[in-house]
């Protein structure tokens, strides 16, 4: 299934992206459903990542974005090396964090395949 993810716990599609819209993504408002919709119809054409997503159910800070990319290096399974993503979040210090994670990942993918 070729697909688009756009994770994200208030924005719309068209709030970051302004000649797309919700109907371009499949939206996921917190962790558990990033992982849930990526195990079941696999690596996504794009992912466009928030990093803060909130409150969980018992109101303590979600799990975030940056969670979500260590998930899809260190435990996924999937290959990686042509992830295409963006990050949307506007913490910039956590939108580092997300961008060099999957910017070296990726790098060092390559790296062994040369």
């Known amino acids: 299934m070729k697909y688009k993810l756009f994770l994200d716990d208030i924005r719309d599609v068209n709030m ?3 000649k797309l819209t919700n109907d371009d993504f499949v939206i ?4 558990d459903d990033f992982k849930k919709v990526i195990s079941k119809n696999g690596l996504p054409e794009l992912i466009s990542f928030d990093n803060d997503l909130g409150l969980d159910e018992n109101d303590n800070i979600a799990e975030d974005g940056y969670a979500a990319a260590k998930w899809l290096v260190y435990e996924s399974g999937f290959d990686l090396e042509n992830l295409k993503f963006n990050v949307h979040s506007a913490n910039p210090v956590a939108s580092q964090q997300i961008q060099s994670l999957l910017d070296n990942y990726i790098r060092h993918l390559k790296n062994l395949n040369e």
Do not use: A, G, I, S
Not at 28 to 31: D, S
């Open 16 to 18: 970051v992206y302004k």
């Open 28 to 31: 996921v408002r917190n962790f």
